[in-house]
């Protein structure tokens, strides 16, 4: 629990009146909404029942909502200026689509755990747009939204196409705003989506699956495609996506061989703080030239850093969330314990970094960073043994 208060600390010094930022570092664009920061930290407000969050949080919803586009794309990150207005960007390599389904997802679990009926209606018509927004990047209309290039969280690497990680986010978007707003409609189209990312990323279906064969390629893995496009599937492994589809049940029959897979590359890395993507891009890969053209302000994905190879805390607490929801408290435990030991250990050089190098144990990127603080806090607060029903919070 050392870092508990601290961790709660760093939230609370990043709300604003229109939002959580993301951090408190004035490095790059990191002091401004962003609507994905933002829902990592409401979300974990939510989970604690801090109010000082959640009074944050439901600024920064509102803020989002007002920025909306008109085509219904909530934008990836806003600040005021000066005069008092805001400054949107929408994304800069590309559109962020998972700015989109985080905002419904923390506008949703707010609501439904705690009441409010006018905010409720005054969303309505945002979340509306939102969902019309996603239906249209269905494109060939089977229930699977397209991600562009730098399109989610994973800005500067190969994530891309029909996601694991996206698809899983529109299901739980989906779903929750259907019981939030009692919609059989979107009952319907949540139950679609579910089966849609079962068809096309675990059990190919003849009917149904868009490319059969190149599914039926994959069922050698242990763990869930992070993505495919019209001519084939990435076999990389994708903790984001996994995370969700541990957390979100999407096809349980997959469990006992993921765990496995977890605790094999545990040992091959000697350490339970594992890697966002794997393998690793190195110099030599036929990759790595793409991999340094896909960058902003500077290139930071060297062998084992930032998202190529780089362990994030968030998804690896979202992680242990569905270990937690499968009661395995064994690997729970193992991954907490190990992030607990590593802030302890490197506490002098600042607290709750971007990403630790999973090979040299050295802290990564930013520091100050609400990401990795809500981590600790979700890890702490969900263990297997709590007993608060995160299962009833989160809606699983």
Known sequence: ???????????????????????????????????????????????????????????????????????????????????????????????????????????????????????????????????????????????????????????????????????????????LIAELYDNEQWVIKSKQIKQAIIDHFSEPSDSHTMNVMALRAMQELDYFPPCFQANKYFSFWDMSGNALALLLGIDDKKNNRLIAYLESMALEYNTYLLPVFYPVIVPTSTAWQELQHLQLYRFKNEPNSFQNGGSWPIFLAWLSLGLSKLGNTNLYNKIFEEYSRFLEKTETQGLFYEYINPITQQNGGVDRLNFSASAYLMMQICKPSSPQNIQAILRL
Not at 95 to 115: C, E, P
Not at 122 to 134: D, N, R
Request: charge should be negative.
């Open 1 to 175: 629990m050392k870092f508990f208060a601290p961790a709660v600390e760093q939230i609370i010094n990043s709300i604003t009146d229109y939002g959580i930022m993301a951090g408190t570092s004035a490095v790059d664009n990191y002091q401004r909404v962003w609507s994905r920061d933002q829902a990592m930290a409401g979300i974990t407000g939510i989970l604690i029942n801090d109010k000082q969050i959640l009074e944050g949080l439901k600024s920064g919803i509102r803020s989002l909502s007002l920025c909306q586009s008109k085509t219904g794309h909530i934008p990836s990150n806003i600040s005021i200026n000066s005069d008092g207005s805001y400054k949107l960007s929408y994304g800069t390599l590309s559109g962020k689509v998972d700015a989109t389904t985080w905002w419904i997802v923390s506008a949703a679990l707010l609501l439904l755990n705690h009441k409010d009926e006018s905010l409720k209606t005054e969303l309505l018509p945002a979340v509306e747009k939102a969902v019309f927004m996603l239906e249209t990047i269905e494109y060939n209309q089977k229930h699977l939204i397209y991600t562009p290039l730098a399109g989610n969280w994973a800005d500067e690497y190969f994530l891309q196409g029909h996601t694991l990680y996206d698809n899983c986010l529109y299901y739980w978007a989906i779903k």
